[in-house]
Protein backbone atom coordinates (compact mmCIF):
# COMPACT_ATOMS: atom_id res chain seq x y z
CA UNK A 1 0.00 0.00 0.00
CA UNK A 2 1.47 3.61 -0.80
CA UNK A 3 1.31 6.05 1.46
CA UNK A 4 0.73 9.73 0.78
CA UNK A 5 3.03 12.18 2.73
CA UNK A 6 0.92 15.23 2.40
CA UNK A 7 -1.08 12.96 5.24
CA UNK A 8 1.98 12.31 6.95
CA UNK A 9 3.21 14.11 10.16
CA UNK A 10 5.27 17.28 9.68
CA UNK A 11 6.64 20.32 11.34
CA UNK A 12 7.68 23.65 9.89
CA UNK A 13 10.37 25.49 12.04
CA UNK A 14 11.70 29.29 11.89
CA UNK A 15 14.88 29.13 10.23
CA UNK A 16 18.04 30.69 10.73
CA UNK A 17 20.29 33.02 8.95
CA UNK A 18 21.91 30.12 6.51
CA UNK A 19 18.50 28.41 6.07
CA UNK A 20 18.97 25.62 8.67
CA UNK A 21 16.02 24.50 11.24
CA UNK A 22 15.77 25.64 14.39
CA UNK A 23 14.29 24.58 17.11
CA UNK A 24 11.23 26.82 17.42
CA UNK A 25 8.38 25.04 16.04
CA UNK A 26 5.49 27.48 13.81
CA UNK A 27 3.51 25.00 12.96
CA UNK A 28 2.80 21.09 13.65
CA UNK A 29 0.44 18.93 11.62
CA UNK A 30 0.66 16.85 8.46
CA UNK A 31 2.84 18.09 5.53
CA UNK A 32 -0.54 19.11 3.91
CA UNK A 33 -1.78 21.41 6.60
CA UNK A 34 1.47 22.53 7.04
CA UNK A 35 2.09 23.69 3.53
CA UNK A 36 -1.37 25.34 3.40
CA UNK A 37 -0.40 27.29 6.69
CA UNK A 38 2.75 28.57 4.76
CA UNK A 39 0.96 29.24 1.92
CA UNK A 40 -1.22 32.08 4.06
CA UNK A 41 2.31 33.57 4.76
CA UNK A 42 3.93 36.59 3.06
CA UNK A 43 6.63 35.39 0.63
CA UNK A 44 9.17 36.93 3.36
CA UNK A 45 7.91 34.65 5.91
CA UNK A 46 8.03 32.01 3.48
CA UNK A 47 11.85 32.53 2.87
CA UNK A 48 12.40 31.92 6.66
CA UNK A 49 10.70 28.83 7.28
CA UNK A 50 11.53 25.00 6.76
CA UNK A 51 9.39 21.81 7.18
CA UNK A 52 10.69 18.43 7.87
CA UNK A 53 8.42 15.17 7.91
CA UNK A 54 8.53 13.78 11.30
CA UNK A 55 8.25 10.08 9.77
CA UNK A 56 10.32 10.49 6.84
CA UNK A 57 13.58 11.52 5.73
CA UNK A 58 12.74 14.34 4.19
CA UNK A 59 13.03 17.98 4.44
CA UNK A 60 12.56 21.17 2.83
CA UNK A 61 14.43 24.32 3.48
CA UNK A 62 13.22 27.65 3.05
CA UNK A 63 14.69 28.29 -0.74
CA UNK A 64 12.38 24.81 -1.53
CA UNK A 65 9.04 26.09 0.63
CA UNK A 66 8.00 28.48 -1.89
CA UNK A 67 8.50 25.95 -4.94
CA UNK A 68 6.90 23.36 -2.50
CA UNK A 69 3.61 24.99 -2.09
CA UNK A 70 3.74 25.81 -5.82
CA UNK A 71 3.88 22.28 -6.80
CA UNK A 72 1.83 21.11 -4.49
CA UNK A 73 -1.18 23.76 -5.40
CA UNK A 74 -1.11 23.03 -9.31
CA UNK A 75 -0.45 18.91 -8.26
CA UNK A 76 -3.96 17.13 -7.75
CA UNK A 77 -4.33 15.09 -4.14
CA UNK A 78 -2.59 10.98 -4.09
CA UNK A 79 1.06 12.49 -4.42
CA UNK A 80 2.94 9.27 -3.58
CA UNK A 81 5.99 9.17 -0.88
CA UNK A 82 7.93 9.08 -4.34
CA UNK A 83 6.40 11.50 -5.48
CA UNK A 84 7.02 13.86 -2.69
CA UNK A 85 10.72 12.56 -2.52
CA UNK A 86 11.28 13.53 -6.32
CA UNK A 87 9.92 16.31 -5.61
CA UNK A 88 12.71 17.30 -2.94
CA UNK A 89 15.55 15.93 -5.43
CA UNK A 90 14.40 18.38 -7.91
CA UNK A 91 14.23 21.31 -5.20
CA UNK A 92 18.02 20.28 -3.97
Known amino acids: MTTYPLSEPATAYAADDHGEPT ?5 QGT ?4 VA ?6 REE ?3 VSIK ?7 YGP ?3 DELVR ?3 DEGAGLSNRDIADVAGKIE
Not at 31 to 34: A, M, P, Q
Not at 37 to 42: A, C, D, K, P, R
Not at 53 to 59: H, K, N, R
Open 31 to 34: LGEC
Open 53 to 59: MDALDLS
Open 46 to 48: RSS
Open 23 to 27: SRSVF
Open 71 to 73: YLR
Open 37 to 42: SIEEMT
Open 63 to 65: ADV
